[in-house]
RNA sequence: GGCGCAUUCGUCUAGUGGCCUAGGACACCGCCCUCUCAAGGCGGAGAUCACGGGUUCGAGCCCCGUAUGCGCCA
């Protein structure tokens, strides 16, 4: 493909209805990737025509979840740029200047039936097993037909006058030429009664006036894709470039919605999930380089990005590859700035107001022990607050799995003793001092070690015991193995 | 209802007529490492390439049909 890199201009078009989700995000990380790799222009524009529902704080929530993401645009809302303005209820004025245009030309007319008279028709026609689509009868309607309408107090949409014969092709960059007869594509409406313009109008529009030179969106399209060919050629506009993107579903082969969980660039982001893991999971999802790589930075994905490596198949959205993902980039991270991304985690937990709290030296020996053990930011809670809280309950089922075995009471007593002579209280000396235990009192080495887990972490799981140990520090350590002991004994006592 | 798109291990995918007794990744199972859990290493299982026809010396790959799923008109 010859690609005048210079020129090439693409853009993500949210409607601020909602939140980012994860079909869109990968929209515009494609629309990205495709102008960086090119060295062209990512613009973000708001469709915002339908003002029921769309809000502010849709567009906001939209463009903070897209710089979270790292993909910024060069032509948009906050930056300006010379094709602005960059939210489609500013853009009146050019649709109704092409209206005004197509209307003259007449290839569009003034409909006059009212949304109810359609829905009626519709049912009626589907009824009678006939096409639900407009039967067209406001095209032909005379002059003086029209003006009795008007005096009527009847609105009109404006309509465009599809041709009638021929076929209009959609080339496709990865589906290649699909073919719609025109007679199929009913007289759709430009401008609704309200004067807002339709989605298939206004983007024409837009994208024409914004000169986007290659259209990335979602397959659900496709089947629009003809009717704006046809307002581009009716326009005299030149028609962009067309990649239609498989959909991504849900675990049972369904739309992703809600009952699929999280399917937010932000509810991703709250439960710890880094921008890059999700880039390079949702740029595998529909796209792949080769037949052996998976890990792709950012830089790489930009470097490798190409059109037709596209797929055509939908997509399953598989949380457990993304949090997979999620782990390799966590351990990928270096220790301080895996600490920095995890303070506001404990802290919102509650574990303590701020870092010197607990000593910084602290935070980043724990965060070097839980680095390749979570895998997503959130998992550090559960892995992690015994050493937060003062006081730490045993589960009793727990208790029942290690602390039942009748060598437990030596073993926490020889623990107890041998810590409490320490001078030095660090990972080495603690080391020592426990691994002479197994031998010593001819046990195990897991059945001395898990009961001290257990009485010093309240867990059979947890980060390495002689460093967690050591962070714990002498005194607590000393405290939680006493009780212990005194659980221990009582089970003893009542058993 | 019409039109359109899609269909390779459970999932994401490689595959563009002979290199495919179908490759990789996640998940799963086993072993090694090991104070638990991870991480890491090694190995295993898992796909009659939706189905049925055809074209061809040869088809996952090309053509036709069927089924299923999804989308658009809404």
């Known amino acids: 493909m010859i690609v005048l890199s210079k020129k090439i201009r693409v853009r993500f078009a949210p409607s601020p209805t909602g939140v980012l989700h994860i079909g869109g995000a990968r929209t515009a990380l ?198 704006q060919i046809l307002l581009y050629e009716a326009l005299g506009l030149s028609v962009p470039v067309f990649t239609h993107l498989p959909m991504i579903l849900g675990s049972d082969g369904k739309p992703l919605s809600k009952r699929h969980g999280a399917t937010s660039v932000e509810e991703y982001k709250k439960d710890g999930y880094l921008p890059g893991a999700i880039l390079n999971y949702l740029a595998l999802l529909g796209w792949s380089y080769d037949e052996k790589t998976t890990i792709f930075s950012v830089q790489d994905l930009i470097e490798k990005f190409t059109l037709d490596k596209i797929t055509k198949n939908p997509a399953i959205f598989d949380n457990i590859k993304l949090q997979w993902m999620n782990g390799c980039y966590i351990r990928e991270l270096s220790v301080d700035k895996l600490m920095d991304l995890l303070i506001p985690i404990w802290v919102d937990a509650g574990f303590f107001a701020k870092p010197s709290d607990f000593g910084i030296g602290n935070l980043k020996t724990i965060t070097a022990l839980v680095q390749e053990r979570i895998k997503c930011l959130t998992d550090v809670l559960e892995l992690t607050d015994f050493f937060f809280k003062e006081e730490i309950g045993i589960d009793p089922k727990t208790a029942d799995k290690v602390l039942k075995n009748p060598e437990v009471s030596k073993v926490l007593e020889a623990a107890h003793e041998k810590l409490k002579e320490l001078e030095k209280f660090d990972t080495e000396n603690v080391e020592a001092a426990l691994r002479s235990i197994p031998a010593e009192l001819d046990v195990k080495p897991k059945l001395v070690f898990q009961p001290i887990r257990v009485a010093v972490t309240g867990r059979t799981v947890s980060p390495p015991l002689f460093e967690t140990i050591e962070v714990l520090g002498k005194e607590k350590t000393l405290k939680r193995i006493e009780l212990a002991q005194e659980a221990t004994e009582e089970r003893e006592g009542n058993g």
């Open 30 to 227: 494609y629309n990205w990737l495709f102008a960086r790799h090119h060295g062209g222009k990512f613009i973000l524009r708001i469709e915002d025509t339908d003002r029921s529902r769309s809000t502010e704080e849709a567009t906001s929530a939209i463009i903070s979840s897209l710089k979270w993401l790292g993909l910024d645009w060069d032509e948009g809302p906050e930056v300006g740029g010379s094709y602005g303005p960059y939210h489609q209820t500013e853009r009146l004025s050019f649709y109704e200047e092409a209206v005004a245009e197509l209307l003259k030309a007449r290839m569009a007319y003034k409909c006059y039936c009212s949304p109810e008279e359609l829905e009626e028709r519709r049912k009626l026609a589907l009824k009678s097993g006939k096409p639900p689509g407009y039967d067209g009868r406001c095209r032909k309607l005379t002059e003086k037909e029209q003006k009795d309408y008007e005096e009527e107090g009847r609105k009109c949409a404006i309509r465009f006058a599809c041709p009638k014969e021929g076929e209009t092709i959609v080339s496709d960059t990865i589906r290649g030429d699909v073919v719609f007869q025109n007679t199929v594509l009913e007289d759709f409406i430009l401008v609704r009664a309200n004067g807002l313009p339709t989605y298939n109008f206004a983007a024409v529009i837009d994208d024409a006036a914004m000169k986007i030179t290659h259209i990335i969106r979602g397959v659900d399209h496709l089947t629009n894709t003809p009717k």
